[in-house]
């Protein structure tokens, strides 16, 4: 079994979450995987990066597919000990001229951006090695979306006791009620990735909460907000490159050796905002 460290990238095959491997094999110390539904779209992003004179490694992910996840996991524990570096970027959105009825981009989305970061985070934090890091990517749509949310939602997903079941039931609660057609008047807002977006920045509270309560505060969890990327996701019009929308999640992911903060935060433009 290898002492070297290991970074893991999920849906990094482009976009945002290249960037991101980019900056790791660059400024981390150990290996790098860039991990992917398609194989084949992975290992081509490998020989990209590897023209730049990097060397990350490959292995196969589907965040939503728990045998993948868990075959992940076997492999880092047998060749590593366990992991070092989490960054959870793989993440799903409708786009906005979508004929899906909102149900099922309802459905869609939490089951990805939730459902599937809330499975790799499960099976994987307990094999995070001391002072590992851990960066869920969130949204600046996360922010946005929660002040739209009636004060009682607001009052939840902002509470320091919010537990994953409770969490988990209200992520359901909306989909319920986008299929229902009646998600506004329950006061919910009118975006089903500013929904999982918010389960994706209350779900990283809680598993700082869990690390402190387990003893393990030099293991940081964090989420973040990479901006406005150019990126298939976001378009052509977005004001940062993906390179630009990666310094933040680096930031997070490179946090030094002994830091204690920030710790269970939000953060845009490696600056913890009020969420």
């Not at 110390?29 to 004179?53: F, I, M, Q």
């Not at 309802?106 to 590992?132: E, F, H, W």
């Not at 378009?235 to 929308?245: L, M, N, V």
Request: proline fraction near 4%.
């Amino acid at each position: 079994m290898s002492t070297t460290r290991v970074a893991i990238v999920s849906g990094s095959n482009r976009g945002l979450g290249l960037a991101i491997v980019r900056g790791l094999c660059k400024d981390f110390k150990g290996d790098v995987y860039l991990c992917s539904r398609s194989e084949a779209s992975g290992k081509e992003a490998v020989k990209s990066l590897e023209t730049e004179g990097l060397c990350p490694k490959y292995h196969q992910l589907d965040i939503c597919d728990e045998n993948s996840v868990l075959s992940l996991k076997e492999f880092l524990v047998k060749n590593y000990g366990g992991l070092d570096v989490l960054v959870n970027n793989a993440g799903f959105a409708y786009k906005s001229a979508s004929t899906e009825p909102f149900g099922k981009q309802a459905r869609d989305t939490v089951d990805v951006n939730y459902y599937g970061t809330l499975k790799i985070s499960n099976i994987l934090l307990p094999i995070m090695k001391k002072g590992g890091r851990v960066v869920n990517v969130s949204s600046f749509v996360s922010l946005m979306s929660i002040k739209k949310c009636s004060e009682e939602l607001q009052s939840i997903f902002r509470s320091q006791t919010i537990t994953e079941e409770e969490l988990s039931s209200k992520m359901e609660e909306f989909v319920a009620h986008a299929r229902a057609g009646d998600h506004v008047t329950h006061g919910w807002p009118d975006t089903a990735y500013g929904v999982s977006k918010v389960g994706v920045s209350v779900m990283t509270w809680i598993q700082a909460r869990q690390m402190r309560m387990r003893g393990l505060d030099d293991v940081l969890i964090n989420a973040c907000c990479p901006g406005w990327v150019r990126t298939d996701m976001a378009g052509p019009k977005a004001t940062k490159s993906p390179d630009e929308g990666a310094i933040t999640p680096l930031y997070c992911a490179l946090l030094p050796e002994g830091a204690k903060e920030p710790h269970g935060k939000f953060l845009s433009d490696k600056t913890i905002k009020e969420w």
